[in-house]
Each structure stands twice: as structure tokens, then as C-alpha cells.
């Protein structure tokens, strides 16, 4: 289900979300190669994800921390990682977390779509395994030490968005969302879906922009 890597507490914490179990294990072959301090934590679908956001995890003696970047593939089986991004995105105490769409799926439409949920970046997965730790690196680069120009930017395998000024998802869309999250995720004991009733409140409260 999920992996702790490290207990020691300058380690940061990501959740890759990726139904590959081979993906899975190659992100976390990058980090070990590289000596990235990243605690990663695996997630195969959405149902496996939710949780880290919405209660603090026991397994054993292990208590998971909330993750501080997550690490999101766009194509999830039979769901799409947008709907997890929706569902961060209008949950109040994970909003302001990094999501990274990591992903092959690379048409304009996807990207687009992602940033207008509120992706703050998207990179295509790479060719090569020295890419990937490449990219590992800048990851915990950008979320360490928010610098400009972002390390990720500068990849090659980094896809801008294509519409400079992005305002927030209206409404009908986070609505849309939610619809599809309890479709694949109905709720259960210890789960908080919003309401559309609170979307809506968050929506009128939340400013226009999203930080990107």
C-alpha cells in the first residue's frame, strides 16, 4: 500500500500516485541512487491516496506525515489523477500542497486541464533512468527551496502552461469533480467528502487566482 523509507524527520515527505507498480519502483530506485531526502510514500489509486489527507496514518509503529509534494500521474487505470487534483484542491488543509502531474499523457488538452484544476507543474515521464533521477533531484529542489527561475522548469521533460494568467476552476467544475470522486470513492467511516453546499462556500471565499 504505502512504503516509509526513512524515519528520519529531515526527510521530506511525497506520495507518488501511480497505478504501475514498475513506475512505483522506479521513482523509488531515483531517490535511493541520488540520495534525495524524500520519505516516499506509494499509492496505486485514489482510494489509497485519499486518506493520507485526511487523517494521520498508523501502520505498526509508523506514523505517516502528511505529504509535503505529490508526485501525480494523469492516466490511473480506469480513473484520472485529476480527480484526485479536484479533490486536493477544494480540501481545505491539503490546497496549498504542490501537485507535480507526472505523466506520458502530454497533449495540450491534458496539460491545459491540469493547470486549470490547479497542477502547480507538469513533466513528462522520461526516457531514461538517468533522466528520471534528474528530474527526482529537481523536484525536491523546487519544494526545498522555492527559487526562479523553479529547477523543474529548466528540464527538458517540463511542460509549461500553455495560458500564462490562469483564474480558478469555476465552480460547475468543482462541482463535476466531486461528482466523479464519489463515483469512484463513495464515502466511508473516517472519510470527509465535501459537499457541493460547501464547494460552493469555498469557491465564494477563495480568491480568483491560483498561485502556480
Known amino acids: ?21 514498475n513506475e512505483r519502483l522506479l521513482v523509488k530506485r531515483a531517490i535511493a541512487s541520488t540520495g534525495t531526502p524524500f520519505d516516499c510514500f506509494e499509492a496505486a489509486g485514489l482510494e489509497i491516496a485519499m486518506p493520507f489527507f485526511e487523517t494521520n496514518l498508523h501502520f505498526g509503529q509508523h506514523r505517516f506525515p502528511r505529504p509535503a509534494v505529490v508526485l501525480l500521474d494523469y492516466d490511473l487505470g480506469e480513473n484520472n489523477g485529476t480527480d484526485f ?49 534528474s528530474i527526482v533531484q529537481a523536484l525536491h529542489l523546487s519544494v526545498s527551496t522555492p527559487q526562479q527561475p523553479c529547477p523543474l522548469s529548466l528540464l527538458p521533460e517540463y511542460i509549461a502552461d500553455p495560458k500564462a494568467h490562469r483564474t480558478r476552476t469555476n465552480q460547475g467544475n468543482l462541482v463535476s469533480g466531486l461528482q466523479n470522486l464519489r463515483r469512484i470513492a463513495p464515502c466511508t467511516e473516517g472519510t470527509s467528502l465535501l459537499t457541493a453546499v460547501e464547494i460552493r462556500e469555498h469557491a465564494q471565499a477563495t480568491p480568483a487566482s491560483v498561485a502556480q
Open 85 to 133: 487534483l479536484y479533490w486536493l484542491r477544494i480540501l481545505k488543509k491539503a490546497e496549498s500542497v504542490p501537485v507535480v502531474m507526472f505523466s506520458g499523457s502530454v497533449g495540450k488538452p491534458n496539460v491545459e486541464e491540469c493547470y486549470a484544476i490547479g497542477a502547480n507543474h507538469f513533466v513528462s515521464k522520461p526516457s531514461s533512468f538517468e533522466r528520471l533521477k
Open 1 to 21: 500500500m504505502s512504503v516509509l523509507s526513512s524515519q528520519n524527520e529531515s526527510m521530506m515527505p511525497l506520495l507518488h500516485v501511480d497505478d504501475s507498480a
